[in-house]
């Protein structure tokens, strides 16, 4: 039977454990407390009496907080316990329990109360198989201390666990031989902080009680002014404002600061890539700009920061290339993987002024489009300078780290993600369709830039001439006449590989099909094969590769389906869109809680429930962020010059929406929608 | 001859650098330690341009590190971004700073362009 697992998040800190808020190392799952992709904590089980804790319940009162409440023994006999105990944790930039012990008997109870405390300091990359590492542990009775301490070389991490009660502390953890008086209590604060050793030896950050608690109350006022800054959302649905709240709760939840951004970005997600993804970070802004625009500056001043400068074989870097993975754990800083700062991705970097472009039509902040204008014409260079790697006038990726580099540079990124229908996979350096939508989007829009920011109309013309140009070929080379839609990707000699993907829709998107191609692309896209009901599969049923629970090969990704759904409506398929909007949203409220990163492809029809998958993390910030992008799909928002252009298609069933003070150059304005199907007949739900 | 850190700043020249942001000012202070004495080096970057003086003056980003990690920097063999997670290089104040020195210090020195994966090989794997 698989343990239930609980979290809390704060940032890219977060700590998973069992349903009694025990943790215990598990090869199978990332349990324990970790920071920066180090696990600060790998042991952490209370007893009381010699006995492990039963949860009676539980209150997960914020993403960052839980309560436990729980009673010693088996769940046979404990309801007539006289003691209990309630577990209540909380994490920031330190992980922090109170327990307190409650005695319901009339006599005063003598108990002993144990923490077992452990650390590994592994690398969330490697906790399937961690190395051993010789921790140094030093119980310091004298200050109430228990420490753990890592180093190799000038690299050092260390936990130091404190409590407030007075502690019998040994090398695995913490006695407290206790009397609690008759309907009395006892308390302790436990306290681990989390260090990373700097110069000299010096901690990174304070480490102070008043700070802790400071934090602990910001973290509180922090959320609640995150939700009131986002636009108030009124929905006849039943299931929709919960959606929304839900999913803008999780995409605070998973804001980070890096060392080196004084601005909180997104991170991927939980719990494999609780760090800074340039893809993620770029899509999940994409998807927000209407609801949190605060993301987007932060997250492109840090990309820019990050930029690819030197040509590196092992980091897959180039000049001007944007980042795919930034990591502080050991792995990365000794270079056995390439991700202190791994650029291996050939779609960040069009993405990156997409979403600069996309960022100022919104906001009208001309001055940081003036402020990136080195960064992004960087970006621009890239795309043909280091990204047409054959020199055919396509955007193309071919790691340079044969040893840990990745294979596949897109959002698809695993091994056997592209393949044609017969699952034979192409040489490599490998164009896929996607990145040229990226790539014709990127330079349409860096020519408005620097027509109306950069005052450099000639670059201009010359993008725009690049752009046409890019377009008309790709339209002759990519398609595939008789299969009516275009080919997944080109191999190194132009061979089209012939999968039908759901790749094609971000063509949509990104506005580089033909106008009359894109009914056959909606059709393909709304297909029995393609569509289960839920959302577009990765991949179409019927073909070779095809696996209703392989990621990229058939599984459903609520973030693709975004992107899928807002191409459809630019291009005027308006209830397709709807249909696929309607799918993600019910997948996302049957199953509850934050939307999970991939489901199943199996039909619908064929569940009835959505099928989740075990590798699927959740919350995800592009998973989050999809419900967001899908609201502004249906209601058509977008911006005009200084106003804000509405214009609702909504799912069948939907009622009315509003959705209020949406932020932007306009200032604040209201947007409102009703499903028109709902007025000419009865309601379908 | 590969040449030292000291070396390298002192070649860098006032002419323009391409490859900096024209948007990014800012004084950066090295401080390289050697047998327990330290050498100051400041460099003083705006307009894409690296003016490189010996001073002890404060700095916006400060960066320590032994004279040897330093001209491992210099020589492309070590990232900045490792060396500061290995705790090799510290730094002190605005670490957005820090990056520049990518762009100041050159790459790995047998590191290829992508387009040369594809000819030559004939690419594929």
Not at chain 1, 173 to 189: A, L, S, Y
Request: proline share 6%; charged share 25%; hydrophobic share 40%.
């Amino acid at each position: 039977m698989r343990q239930e697992r609980l979290h809390v998040i704060s940032g890219n800190a977060f700590a998973i454990g069992d349903g009694q808020g025990d943790i215990e190392v598990d090869p199978q799952a990332p349990v324990g407390l970790f920071f920066f992709d180090t696990r600060f904590l790998s042991r952490w089980v209370l007893t009381v009496g010699g006995e492990r804790l039963n949860a009676l319940s539980r209150d997960d009162l914020t993403y960052f907080e839980t309560r436990f409440v729980l009673v010693p023994g088996a769940a046979s006999h404990y309801v007539d316990a006289d003691v209990s105990v309630i577990r209540h944790r909380s994490l920031d930039d330190s992980f922090n329990e109170r327990l307190t012990v409650l005695n319901h008997a009339a006599e005063p109870a003598y108990l002993t109360v144990r923490m077992e405390i452990g650390a590994d300091f592994a690398d969330i990359a490697e906790v399937g198989q961690p190395r051993h590492r010789e921790v140094v542990v030093t119980p310091d009775a004298e200050r109430g201390l228990l420490r753990l301490r890592y180093a190799r070389g000038r690299f050092a991490r260390e936990t130091v666990i404190s409590s407030t009660a007075p502690a019998e502390i040994d090398r695995s953890g913490m006695t407290f031989r206790i009397r609690v008086e008759p309907d009395g209590q006892w308390n302790t604060d436990l306290h681990i902080a989390m260090t990373f050793q700097g110069e000299a030896g010096r901690d990174m950050r304070a480490d102070l009680t008043t700070h802790r608690h400071h934090i602990r109350r910001g973290m509180r006022d922090d959320l609640q002014a995150w939700l009131d800054r986002a636009p108030q959302l009124v929905a006849e649905h039943e299931a929709l404002p919960a959606l929304y709240r839900g999913s803008l709760t999780d995409l605070a939840a998973l804001r980070y600061e890096p060392l080196s951004s004084v601005d909180r970005v997104p991170v991927g997600g939980l719990p494999w890539a609780m760090s800074l993804y340039g893809r993620d970070s770029l899509i999940t802004c994409l998807q927000t700009l209407p609801f949190v625009p605060e993301l987007t500056p932060a997250t492109l001043r840090l990309l820019a920061l990050l930029q690819g400068g030197q040509l590196d074989d092992e980091h897959d870097e180039e000049p001007g290339k944007i980042l795919a993975e930034l990591r502080y754990g050991e792995l990365a800083a000794f270079g056995d993987r390439p991700t202190a700062l791994y650029y291996g991705a050939a779609d960040t970097t069009p993405l990156f002024v997409i979403l600069l472009d996309e960022y100022e039509r919104w906001s009208g902040d001309g001055e940081l489009v003036r402020q990136l204008r080195h960064p992004a014409r960087m970006a621009l260079d890239w795309i043909d300078e280091y990204g047409d790697l054959v020199g055919d006038g396509y955007l193309r990726y071919q790691s340079r780290n044969p040893r840990t580099g990745t294979v596949n540079q897109t959002w698809k990124d695993s091994a056997g993600a592209i393949v044609d229908r017969r699952c034979r996979a192409p040489a490599l350096p490998r164009a896929t369709c996607e990145l040229q939508g990226y790539a014709y989007d990127a330079k349409v829009r860096g020519a408005r830039l620097a027509r109306e920011f950069w005052d450099d109309p000639e670059y201009a013309d010359r993008l725009e001439r690049q752009a046409a140009q890019l377009r008309e070929r790709f339209n002759r080379d990519f398609w595939l006449p008789h299969r009516g839609h275009y080919a997944l990707a080109l191999g190194p000699d132009g061979e089209p590989v012939d999968a039908l993907s759901s790749n094609i829709g971000h063509l949509l998107w990104s506005g580089i099909v033909d106008e009359g191609r894109a009914g056959a692309v909606a059709e393909h896209l709304l297909g029995p094969d393609m569509f289960s009901g839920w959302g577009v599969r990765t991949l179409a049923a019927g073909q070779r590769p095809y696996n209703p629970v392989g990621s990229h090969v058939g599984a459903i990704w609520p973030s693709d389906n975004s992107l899928i759904a807002a191409g459809l409506r630019r291009y005027g398929y308006d209830e397709q869109a709807a249909r696929i909007t309607a799918g993600i949203l019910e997948m996302a409220h049957t199953l509850g809680g934050a939307v999970p990163e991939v489901i199943a492809g199996y039909p619908r029809s064929l569940t009835k429930y959505p099928v989740q998958l075990p590798s699927a993390g959740r919350p995800q910030s592009w998973s989050s962020g999809a419900v967001l992008l899908l609201l502004s799909t249906m209601l058509g928002l977008r911006p005009c010059g200084d106003n804000l252009l509405v214009d609702p298609r909504l799912p069948k069933g939907f009622g009315r929406i509003e959705l209020l003070d949406i932020p932007g150059r306009w200032g604040h304005a209201d947007a409102y929608g009703r499903d028109r199907v709902t007025v000419s007949r009865p309601r379908l739900r | 001859m590969t040449a030292s850190a000291v070396e390298h700043l002192r070649r860098l020249g006032p002419s323009r650098r391409v490859e900096l942001p024209d948007a990014v000012a800012g004084t950066v202070r090295l401080d390289m330690r050697e047998e327990g004495r330290t050498e100051h080096w400041y460099l003083t970057i705006g307009d894409q341009r690296v003016q490189v003086s010996r001073s002890t003056d404060d700095a916006e980003l400060v960066v320590r590190a032994d004279r040897e990690i330093f001209d491992q920097l210099a020589r492309g063999e070590i990232h900045p971004a490792e060396a500061l997670m290995r705790n090799e290089v510290t730094v002190q104040g605005d670490i957005r700073l820090f990056m520049l020195l990518r762009r100041i210090f050159p790459g790995p020195p047998d590191a290829r362009h992508p387009r040369e994966l594809t000819t030559g090989t004939g690419g594929g794997r």
